[in-house]
């Protein structure tokens, strides 16, 4: 019934982006399965800019301390396909963006699109200014972890235009939930996927998008707000592309060491008409 209270604007914005994926099933090449996988990812390397302005890339990794953070210092997260910052005291991200890079699975038609204003865990007053900061770069993947004294965070990313690129994960000392709130940017809304019966995320374009919780309950939905109850040890996840239109159940329950490349990728069928092959 919570689909009952997407206002009237969005719902008819969500009917014309179905109507356009009829006509667009018609002149709208396939996306092939594998091929989100093997070239979603071609050159993605993220950057970090750090408190104080120093920038690190590559694979390495580097652990600042609490002494090296200020409260409510920020990091820049910087990729070929992907932007966003991050709030190193609550792990708050901000202006989630695809940049529109050229790649052959590219959703945006070579576009900036903002996804999401901003991803925010309520963490009941606790910060995580307590311990040290570990940021890990790999190639196309970041790893961000810290721990307060009460909650730990984690942030697990991918630089890639489509797939499974964006994870959150919390845990906090007595296993209580957090309320995760996702906030989508002005041009964006949910809708009901008629071709799944899922929620996804869109502009009325070829984007496809979706919130991927694991261990995790939606307590409401608008059209640009989701809010969620996340276990301790859980997460929230984002995917795009085909993998936000598989005819999947849902990730397998996991509250350790879950990874944001467990998710499926191009294993289940695809109805909707932009990515059916």
């Known amino acids: ?3 009952m209270t997407l206002r009237a604007a969005h719902s008819r914005r969500a009917t014309a982006l179905i109507a356009s994926a009829a006509v667009a099933a018609a002149t709208i090449l396939p996306l092939p399965v594998a ?6 990812c071609e050159g993605g390397n993220f950057s970090v800019t750090l408190p104080g302005g120093r920038t690190i890339s590559g694979s390495t990794g580097v652990r600042l301390t609490s002494r090296d953070l200020a409260p409510g210092a920020v990091i820049n997260v910087r990729g070929r396909y992907v932007e966003f910052d991050v709030n190193t005291s609550t792990f708050a991200v901000a202006n989630y963006t695809l940049t529109g890079a050229a790649n052959p699975q590219d959703l945006t038609g070579g576009v900036r699109t903002p996804l999401f204003a901003a991803k925010v865990a309520d963490l009941k007053g606790r910060t995580l200014d307590a311990g040290g ?17 009460a909650v730990k965070m984690k942030i697990q990313a991918k630089d890639c235009a489509t797939g499974g690129i964006f994870q959150m994960e919390p845990e906090t000392a007595d296993g209580s939930p957090v309320i995760m709130t996702h906030t989508l940017a002005s041009s964006m809304f949910y809708f009901k996927n008629p071709f799944t019966g899922k929620i996804n995320f ?3 374009g070829l984007l496809r998008g979706k919130d991927s919780p694991q261990v995790a309950t939606r307590l409401s939905q608008t059209d640009n707000v989701a ?3 996340v276990s301790s ?8 592309g085909e993998d936000a239109v598989e005819l999947s159940a849902g990730a397998s329950p996991c509250i350790q060491s879950c990874q944001a490349q467990e998710r499926i990728q ?4 695809v109805t909707d008409l932009f990515f059916a092959a």
């Open 1 to 3: 019934m919570f689909l």
């Open 35 to 40: 091929a989100a996988v093997s070239t979603g």
């Open 133 to 149: 900061l570990d940021v890990k770069l790999s190639p196309a993947t970041l790893d961000l972890r810290r721990d307060g004294s």
């Open 202 to 204: 869109g502009n009325g």
């Open 227 to 229: 809010i969620w109850s």
């Open 233 to 240: 040890g859980g997460r929230m996840g984002g995917v795009l």
């Open 266 to 269: 191009g294993s289940l069928p």
